[in-house]
């Protein structure tokens, strides 16, 4: 009786989840190559780069964000860089976002010069200390985290759907790999042994696939071998890349924590 009632809640529930916008780009992405927790990162992050530029420049709580972290970090500070060249501005929004970050800099830098207690040799350290801590950032880089609620909702959504026809249908497709990291923190989130083995087993076989296509690859590269190499053993190579560490621009500081 009780495990019927946990059954119509899971039902329920998938088909929730079914009604919304996030299961129309779980979809998409698991219609692409490779692993759709990356693959929904990045398009996440385009449209909120594109949302910042165009919206956000002025907007008072997003430069508080990027003060505290002194703007965002490499792989996204260069991302939004290509998202300004991609809707054809010549700079201005990224300038007029940046531009307190550099007045910040200089009140921080003149506010060392002024005049203070002076520090002999013994008390240089704790001196030097004191101005690196002014200096250092104290928040996150926005974009990480963005990153990072897309790593978490949709691992979550996956999860939920683990059971409905349609997504393991589509989940257990050839061409869908959740990379590495997005695999452990799958598990990471798994609530029960179940999602585990489930999870598990169909990645196990993927992998198996795919280190046959890679074997299949390096061994017909014989030169006594006439056998043709196969379009997915071809690609073998990149694949294993992706998997060991996620789609490319796919920043590790944006990662969610896993228990180790
Ligand atoms: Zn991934
Ligand atoms: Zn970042």
């Known amino acids: 009786m009780r495990k019927e009632s946990n ?24 219609k692409k190559e490779g692993c759709p927790i990356c693959m929904i990162m990045l398009n996440s992050l385009e449209k909120y780069f594109e949302f910042l530029l165009y919206e956000y420049v002025l907007d008072a709580a997003v430069h508080k964000k990027m003060l505290a972290s002194f703007g965002m970090c490499n792989t996204h500070t ?65 974009a990480c985290e963005n990153q990072k609620h897309s790593e978490s909702f949709y691992t979550h959504e996956i999860i939920r759907l683990y059971k409905d026809e349609e997504f393991q249908k589509l989940y257990e497709n050839n061409n869908v790999l959740l990379c590495r990291r997005h695999f452990l923190y799958l598990l ?52 294993l890349l992706e998997y060991s560490a996620s789609k490319k621009n796919v920043n590790k500081n944006g990662y969610n924590e896993i228990l180790t």
């Open 7 to 30: 059954n119509q809640m899971e039902s329920s529930e998938i088909s929730a989840i079914k009604r919304g916008l996030s299961w129309v780009e779980l979809k998409e992405s698991l």
């Open 78 to 142: 260069y991302m939004l860089k290509e998202t300004e060249v991609k809707i054809k501005s010549d700079g201005l929004n990224i300038s007029v976002l940046y531009e307190t970050l550099l007045q910040k800099e200089l009140k921080l830098l003149s506010r060392i010069l002024e005049p203070q207690r002076k520090y002999n040799k013994r008390t240089f350290n704790y001196y030097r200390k004191e101005i690196l801590q002014k200096l250092a950032a104290n928040g996150e880089c926005p």
């Open 188 to 239: 990471n989130e798994a609530p029960n042994e179940e999602v585990i083995t489930y999870f598990v087993n169909v990645q196990k076989i993927k992998l198996n696939k795919l280190f046959n296509n890679l074997t299949n690859f390096i061994q017909k590269h014989d030169y006594q071998s006439k056998i043709e190499i196969t379009e997915d053993e071809k690609k073998s190579w990149q694949q």
